[in-house]
């Protein structure tokens, strides 16, 4: 079991770019959360998936962000128009469900570096 | 509103022992957590308390008090290879979510 795979692990991007992040579950989990992390900061919440579903998306902002987990293939982050301020680590976790008492697992992250 | 305190920084020697207090505020609970975090890595799962009391694991503790909102995570025997950030979360009830406090960086010195 590969543990929950993210790619890529570095992205930069310019300005005004758009910037994809991958990440694909444990093999079993369908639930999928993703998490930013600014430098020196906690995880913020962004978004809660169940294939094909968003279940909350409460922590996502309003434009340029969205999240999807297909049917088939993993879960995207996609933001549009990456300003500066977009520049952190995004993390992914998944769990075979929301009641797992174990916690979640986590990718090894995705930095994504807007210049 | 939801809030999860912790203290920014601890500092405490190899070999000694450290407790690193939590303190939230949520809508609902349904379980704490305490993660590990070396920097640039990714958060790995230490503990969970859904009841109240103590969870030993080996070198770490987990203590929760539903009542007063109040947890801590006490490690023993301190390695340098603890030296880490440790994250507090809360999964709330009627959410799937799980919130994070900011972290406490803990330096271990010989």
């Known amino acids: 079991n590969a543990g929950v795979m993210q790619n890529p692990r570095h992205l930069v991007r310019r300005r005004g770019q758009e910037a994809r992040l991958r990440c694909s579950p444990m093999?079993?989990?369908?639930?999928v959360y993703w998490y930013r992390q600014l430098p020196e900061e906690g995880l913020k919440f962004m978004v809660y998936?169940?294939?094909?579903?968003?279940?909350?998306e409460s922590g996502m902002p309003k434009e340029r962000f969205s999240a999807e987990f297909p049917k088939e293939g993993p879960s995207i982050l996609r933001i549009q128009q990456v300003v500066r301020g977009d520049s952190a680590a995004y993390f992914c976790?998944?769990?075979?469900?929301?009641?797992?008492?174990?916690?979640?697992?986590f990718g090894s992250g995705t930095r994504l570096t807007v210049v | 509103g939801q809030n999860i305190d912790q203290p920014t920084e601890m500092t405490a020697t190899e070999g000694a022992i450290v407790q690193i207090n939590c303190t939230y505020q949520?809508?609902?609970?349904?379980?704490l957590f305490w993660y590990q975090q070396h920097a640039g890595e990714a958060p790995t799962f230490l503990s969970y308390?859904?009841?109240?009391g103590l969870e030993e694991k080996g070198r770490f503790s987990s203590f929760l008090s539903r009542s007063k909102g109040y947890s801590y995570l006490l490690l023993k025997e301190l390695q340098m290879k603890d030296s880490a950030s440790y994250l507090c979360?809360?999964?709330?009830?009627?959410?799937?979510?799980?919130?994070f406090g900011a972290g406490t960086r803990l330096f271990v010195k010989a």
């Open positions: 976790a998944s769990s075979p469900s929301q009641d797992r008492v174990g916690g979640y697992t």
């Open positions: 093999k079993g989990h369908s639930h």
């Open positions: 998936l169940q294939k094909e579903n968003i279940i909350d």
């Open positions: 949520t809508s609902g609970f349904n379980g």
């Open positions: 308390n859904v009841l109240d």
């Open positions: 979360a809360v999964r709330a009830t009627g959410g799937f979510k799980t919130i």
